[in-house]
Structure formats: C-alpha cells, structure tokens
C-alpha cells in the first residue's frame, strides 16, 4: 500500500499503478524491487540512492535501470530528487515522485473526481504496463486496471 498521506483515490490509483508494473507485494511492496529481467538480482537493498542497476530485460538485449514501487528510470531520478527535494529513494520519495508524474500529465484532478479511465489514459506514456504505451512491453486492458483501482478502495465515476 501506497506510504503517502493523500486521498482514497490518489493512494487507490498509486496501488493499481504497483499492481500494473508487478510490484505490489514483492519485497517490501515493491519499494525495493529491480525490474524483472535474465540478469536482475530482483531486489536492492538501499534506499539512500536509485540503485542504478542495469538489467537485461529480454532476449534481444533490452536493458532497464527501472526500480521502485514505479519503475523509475536511474536517467530522471536526479532531476526529480532536486525538484521534489527528495531526501532519498524511499517509500514516501517514490510515493511522491510518482504523484509528481501524474500532475504532469495533468491527471491527478481527474483522480480525485474518479475519472480513472481518463487518468489511465494520460499516464499510458509514463508506465509501460498501461493500455497504450507502446513499449513492446506487456500491457494490462483498462477494464483490468479500474477493477484492480476499485479494489484497492478507489472511487470512479467512470461510466
């Protein structure tokens, strides 16, 4: 479960994007988890700093620094330290980090309102197990990922 302090639906949303990137309940829910991959050691065990591991992600040598609850990129990282003034690579960092990504693709009002399909649909670029991504990478339908918000005690006013 999300570590933030926010909204049902916020922490619900946060939950289902966990579930979609195959991190809840891995580790300590994910926090600690490396992308998945031939050569992943599964899980670091620092939250001082992005672990910055590089993984073999498939048979054609696709390689991912991915880590965290949301898979966050090793590339960005220093760039949202600095912005959120992050003082680690913890829970309530990633927590906030993935917040900060979702008001960027201008989301989280449609969170708060329940609006989920809509919010799933701004955010596909960010996460790559979102309907939509496109980056050949195995995606969940959106009928799968509201269920899942619904279950983690998200509200929607999706119709």
């Not at 809840?24 to 910055?52: C, E, I, L, M, Q």
């Not at 960005?76 to 003082?87: I, V």
Request: proline letters at 4%.
């Amino acid at each position: 479960m999300a570590r933030i302090n926010d909204t049902a639906n916020v922490l619900a949303f946060l939950d289902m994007l966990a579930w979609s990137e195959g991190t809840a309940g891995r580790g300590d829910d994910g926090y600690n988890k490396v992308v998945n991959g031939v050569d992943s050691p599964n899980f670091f065990n620092s939250y001082a700093d992005h672990p910055r591991i590089l993984v073999t992600v498939n048979s054609k040598g696709l390689k991912s620094s991915a880590a965290g609850r949301y898979q966050f990129l090793a590339k960005d990282w220093l760039h949202y330290k600095a912005l959120l003034n992050l003082p680690d690579f913890g829970p309530v960092s990633q927590d906030k980090w993935a917040i900060r990504l979702i008001i960027e693709r201008g989301a989280l009002g449609d969170i708060k309102a329940g609006c989920i399909a809509l919010a799933i649909r701004k955010c596909s670029n960010i996460w790559a197990s979102l309907p939509g991504a496109g980056y050949g990478q195995p995606e969940h339908s959106l009928d799968k990922l509201i269920a899942k918000y619904v279950q983690c005690g998200g509200e929607t006013n999706d119709h």
